[in-house]
């Protein structure tokens, strides 16, 4: 049964770290782009960061550039989003997606399984 499951949300203080975990399984992760998004209350759905399925492109919405890293483990079946420097504006639910190809093309209509989510919430 193909999954994703989304893991390592929390609270955390501004200018904190969280790193968040992908874990797909009923398919072979690298055949895949996998992509993150986010969604804040009363907001659209944001996509995040993408990296492809070789790993070798990666790409990140200008809000979390110079903040955020994609990564992406094939033995573990796993890809990583690390979150630092984070801001209020970061609190969301974020959710991995499996992208159509096997390149980025980070847009919801571009995916076609997608995780239950993992709520991140940014406040002192």
């Known amino acids: 049964q193909l999954q994703l499951v989304e893991s390592g949300g929390g609270l955390v203080q501004p200018g904190g770290s969280l790193r968040l975990s992908c874990a797909a399984s009923?398919?072979?992760?690298?055949?895949?782009?996998i992509a993150w998004f986010r969604q804040a209350p009363g907001k659209e759905r944001e996509g995040v960061s993408c990296?492809?399925?070789?790993?070798?492109?990666?790409y990140y919405a200008d809000s979390v550039k110079g903040r955020f890293t994609i990564s992406r483990d094939g033995a573990k079946s796993t890809v990583y989003l690390q979150m630092n420097i984070l801001k209020p504006e970061d609190a969301a639910v974020y959710y991995c997606?499996?992208?159509?190809?096997?390149?980025?093309?980070?847009?919801?209509?571009?995916?076609?399984?997608w995780g239950k989510g993992t709520l991140v919430t940014v406040s002192s």
């Open positions: 990296i492809s399925a070789s790993g070798g492109s990666t």
């Open positions: 997606a499996r992208g159509l190809y096997r390149y980025c093309a980070i847009h919801a209509d571009a995916m076609d399984y």
């Open positions: 009923g398919f072979t992760l690298n055949n895949y782009a």
